[in-house]
């Protein structure tokens, strides 16, 4: 396979070599070593190599098998460090209780970039997490690049490199879409799949358990590469949710944009402390996870087949202009299923120009629908498709098209499929494919996808990925802003928070630090007798509200501590008396801080206004309806916190409460500009104060402009 | 192919034969003429013709060609009347223009069932309307039960006939499954994709137009046709929604159940004229489709890949017993994600019991995952596969087996396929398999596929074939029952409606009729003096509200003409002059009935009733939340006028409101009883007229069953 001369060649070459990325080690090494060989065909040691040697690796790579003298009638070493030539990477798949010395060893060769193939590491407990650390500690040490442990691999299709540095069975064919997965096993499922329906990868990479190089260093590396358009991920736990977003959002906007399509699998069952607040109990990982990762721009998709299906349309035709799709079709039924499907998606099947309407009338017979969906009729053949899908093309109503075929006895399929590829190669609007059923259309599907025209068995499914590439779309079209902080009293706010224990504030408390960052808190005032709250009653002007304070009361409406709509001296006099009895009454030892004293809150719009802190993501900011509300649609979203104004306009105008908010039926529109001002401010609350571990507003009460919005009830959880 | 004495015995035995079914002349004719054959291969006329003579067809097949002396050797007939021999069926294949006349001839020579593929009737407008009404009314001078026209024709895969009366390519598979599809061109696809997965057919029927045979006759023969588990039904136009309904829910439900599973294609426009109450323009066809079809117990899927990949689970494997699920595989990623998929289709994925953890630790190695999804690792091989399968089998807290397989370098796919044929012969539970992949795995899939073992492509999908085969077990659970009619006033209702011409009934006559019907319509005055309001409100109590009531006034809160918690005698007459001089001002001409004076309805939850016809399933009721929040979150749900209690329960049931009149977060439970009262009167209502278009309750103010339910709000619209 190689010779001296070969190997000082390339040490030669290794010598000139300048390395711009981190990475290139991983992807693009001029010589491989494989530690830990065995020659044995069918072990994922001895795959490993042979798939190096024989997928056309167009480097050097050597094998290091103690105690052997050639694996595959290539020459081996006893350790890296006996190979005398200069080696770019490792691909160690020793047992896991020596792969620490092994990696050792390449360290003192010098050797920056190393995959570990083996397992058994952090994902069987206690004893495999020491092992992981302590690989974590040699790559510090010696500033090794490490995927895996606990991986299949990494492949890199370009000519230049070739190589299969994986036990995955086949190289995949090359093509302009990167594969990212944190599991092994999907990874082999996806290479068959994606070898049956022709799609080809740049690179692919299972990363596992990602103790060294991790996805958000990987999309950082392929945003850079020239041979990938789109990323594909497969995500089973995010560890740096906020890195892993900032990153996003520089990788899929801007110049050079890339899409980032994510499966993010692993719903988890909500802990029962969650559910003491309403932001706690509704900002489930899963649900924040939807919503954070569409302010990324990180397209999440359920299944394989959903992400391909997006994935391919995206990278092998342009991107469209907008969400018009027309539709040509030989049967009626299936055009009228594509219909529904684009439209539950929002893609739009719009009527067809005049001009177009009359060319395909010329083309057409007279039974023909020249409607959108265009119907071809049963017996068309490939003229009548090619003449209608220009005519559709040529509307300048129309972004897309979806070409649907079923095999009729008249349809004569690869001279459809040669049209289309024909009719493809001058059109600057995307195209899609459905030639439905299963062995008949083979032959026609081929075709279409060595043009690299995408073809769905189900026209459904080209509507979804159409949908899918719409919002890439979309998100490019937005702006990306950053947060602006506003102005506030920090310091007022650090005073309560400093001298506060961990657990809730109490409602007073609260008041002072939302107020102290301009969250429009109501006149108030904590009484300790009933002529004080009188007294205050009349200085702040009627009706008024009363409300005991005390941490033994966490519902307000427990104990009916609370009274509202007092229209005169009198009645809070007695309301101030009648609650402290039935508190006393109720709960004796209950300690009480004092009866809160505020205006009546005119009517308005009740939303929420949240904040807690994720695991994965830190500080995450939520909005939606209040009141009943909230528990019954759950109509809420996320986003992170500081947020910058065009977030928090988005949020507010991703869920239905933004409807409310505008103006419902005629009704008057909400100071909507009020609402992001108070997201914004809690967003800036949140990411100042690191102990504030969960935040409730609920409700914000949300009048028109002219009178503006005010904290109704508020709650404040400090963590240690 | 057949001799004179062939065709004498068939005579014979049709002479002899007994018809129990009117259909079974279609399905199981013991002798076929195929009219308008020609003798060129490729066409429709020949290839039927041919197909049935080729794919084994067990009766007699006689050839009418004009002109022809015989066609692929068979001697043909110049018309239908001239073979001597009695015929079961004909397929008639002639050009649209002279259907009628062989159709005619079929009835002289008492042919009484026929299929006629031929296109060019209304599907090309105007003249095809006529040529189809021609056929209808020859067929009821006959007595002839057509399928078609328009449609690729009529196959039965029973060995006993074996009939491919179709121009579809090839003959499919014999198995459990029914298909009947309006879209002829589907059928191709859909012949070819089932090919493809080995999913077989008993009878297999395009029916056109429907201008004879419809859906509805379909499946009531495929109810008790022996051969048939389960019914797929592809629709794109609904024309006797009620008939189809009550067709399906004895179908679906009771002894001898069988499901249908259905496309409904084709989502329409609303019309403008439809927004003109919250009824009409939330009960778009789609969604009243939606909810009648559940009602029915039809399970609406959205593609032909739910379709089948519901149906083979149910028609291959043994019903579950509930919706506990159970993974084994040989990869973490595909099994959350399928948990994932189980989790949202509304299957659990339980934790397995004590005693199957055991078990599952003395067969599994000790990294193997004993919780659920049961991980075998990705080594396992078949014993590993099988054992695990039949622990989690035995577990009593499972219903149902998922097994995934990711093709990895150890996997031995076939074995683990025979394993898992051999587990389920004996099992009781259902079992369905997901060996990921294309290409690697297809000898294990053709395996599990010949022994009837649902297989996958994706988890996922099991996963939500098993939650539609979970609604059907549900819904066969739920209790079935008929609408019981309640007392009413119906004189008093109908001298009010007959007495209106067509449009809105005023308010005070709506409220007539609803108080006729037993709905809780509060004490209510058309006053027409301030005078005679006041003294009104004296004699009802305050507070009181005013309305102006006057055709001219559809929405109440315009002009103000609406006046809210008058508490006195004062309040009542400024009210009443303020607001009539307000409707002077903004609308001179506007006639005025009166003022309406009523009590102030005490707060409670505001629900909408409303009813509507439905073109295609007549008298259709709606229930949901109301106010502001119908149009917000369109919380709404349908069924069929007049309605049973259960329905009724169900209808209250299944939206948000729902949950919200059963008390949320410890608020005290509304008269969901008087509600569902509510609902039957109102089904009752637009039952017994005719002339109720559309009718509003918005809001139905729903308090705690001490206070009860009071309409606040109707409006009624006449037809002509």
Chains 1, 2 share one sequence.
């Not at 995927?147 to 190589?163: A, E, F, M």
């Not at 995955?168 to 096993?185: H, Y």
């Not at 719903?267 to 899963?286: I, V």
Request: charged share 20%; glycine share 10%.
């Amino acid at each position: 396979m190689h010779t001296p001369s070969d190997r000082s060649l390339t040490s030669q070459k290794s010598d000139e070599k300048t390395v711009p990325h981190p990475l290139d080690g991983i992807f693009s090494p001029k010589s491989v070593a494989v530690v830990g060989v065995t020659n044995t065909p069918g072990t994922v040691p001895y795959d490993i190599f042979y798939n190096i040697l024989s997928a056309g690796y167009q480097g050097t790579v050597f094998p290091v098998a103690p105690g052997k003298r050639s694996i595959a009638a290539v020459k081996a070493f006893r350790y890296v460090v006996d190979i005398p030539d200069d080696v770019d990477l490792a691909v160690i798949v020793f047992p896991a209780d020596v792969v620490d010395r092994a990696l050792e060893q390449c360290g003192q060769k010098g050797i920056k970039s190393v995959v570990v193939i083996s397992a058994g590491f952090r994902e069987v407990g206690v004893e495999g997490r020491k092992r992981e650390q302590r690989l974590k500690s040699i790559c510090g040490d010696y500033g090794i690049s490490l995927v895996g442990p606990n991986c299949l691999g990494v492949i890199n299709t370009d000519r230049k490199v070739h190589l299969n540095a994986s036990f995955a069975r086949k190289m995949p064919i090359a093509g302009r879409i990167a594969f990212l997965s944190q599991s092994g096993a999907l990874c082999t499922a996806v290479l068959d799949y994606a070898r049956e329906k022709q799609i080809g990868f740049s690179k692919f990479v299972s990363f596992g358990n990602k103790a060294g190089v991790t996805e958000i260093e990987l999309i950082e590396y392929l945003h850079q590469d020239p041979k990938t358009d789109a990323v594909l991920l497969y995500l089973e736990e995010i560890r740096e949710g906020r890195k892993l977003i900032e990153m996003a959002r520089r990788v899929t906007h801007g110049d050079g944009a890339k899409p980032i399509l994510a499966i993010k699998s692993g719903r988890t069952t909500q802990g029962a402390d969650a559910a003491a607040s309403h932001t706690g109990s509704l900002a489930g990982e899963d649900a924040v996870c939807d919503e954070i990762f569409r302010e990324a721009g990180i397209l999440r998709v359920n299944s394989i087949e959903e992400l391909f299906n997006a994935a391919i349309l995206y990278a092998y035709q342009p991107m469209s202009a907008g969400d018009r799709l027309a539709i040509v079709t030989n049967a009626g039924g299936p055009g009228v299923m594509a219909t529904d499907a684009a439209v539950r998606g929002g893609i739009s099947v719009p009527e067809l120009g005049a001009t177009t309407r009359t060319k395909l009338k010329a083309v057409l017979p007279a039974a023909a629908n020249t409607k959108n969906p265009v119907d071809v009729i049963g017996d068309a053949r490939a003229d009548r498709y090619v003449a209608a899908l220009e005519a559709v093309l040529d509307d300048p109503g129309i972004d897309q098209a979806l070409v649907i075929l079923t095999p009729q006895s008249m349809t004569d399929i690869e001279a459809i499929a040669r049209g289309v590829v024909q009719t493809t190669q001058s059109a600057t609007k995307p195209i899609a494919c459905s030639f439905m059923g299963a062995t008949d259309v083979v032959p026609g599907i081929h075709l279409l996808q060595s043009a690299n025209i995408p073809h769905y068995i189900l026209p459904e499914w080209a509507c979804t990925a159409m949908a899918a590439v719409g919002r890439i779309r979309r998100w490019r079209e937005e702006p990306l802003d950053q947060p602006e902080p506003l102005s506030v009293d920090q310091a007022a706010a650090r005073a309560v928070i400093d001298a506060a224990g961990p657990g809730y504030l109490s409602e007073d408390q609260a008041l002072v630090v939302l107020a102290a960052y301009g969250l429009p808190v109501p006149k108030h005032l904590l009484a300790s007798t009933a002529d004080e709250a009188a007294a205050f009653a009349g200085e702040i002007g009627y009706p008024v509200v009363l409300r005991v304070i005390s941490p033994s009361i966490v519902h307000k409406s427990e104990w009916k501590a609370l009274a509202l709509d007092l229209t005169d001296d009198g009645a809070v006099r007695r309301a101030y008396d009648g609650m402290l009895s039935r508190v006393a009454a109720a709960a004796p030892d209950a300690a009480i801080r004092g009866v809160l004293v505020r205006r009546m809150i005119p009517a308005g719009h009740e939303v929420i206004l949240g904040a807690k802190r994720d695991p994965a993501f830190g500080p995450v900011l939520m909005f939606g309806l209040g009141g009943l509300f909230v528990e019954l649609f759950e109509d809420v979203t996320f986003g992170l916190a500081p947020i910058s104004p065009a977030s928090a306009a988005r949020m507010i105008g991703q869920v239905k409460a933004g409807r409310l908010l505008r103006g419902l039926r005629g009704g008057e529109p909400a100071d909507v500009t009020g609402v992001e001002q108070c997201l914004r401010r809690v967003g800036q609350l949140v990411g100042d104060f690191e102990r504030i571990a969960e935040l409730d507003i609920n409700p914000l009460i949300t009048g028109p402009a002219r009178i503006g919005n005010t904290v109704a009830d508020a709650r404040i959880r400090l963590g240690g």
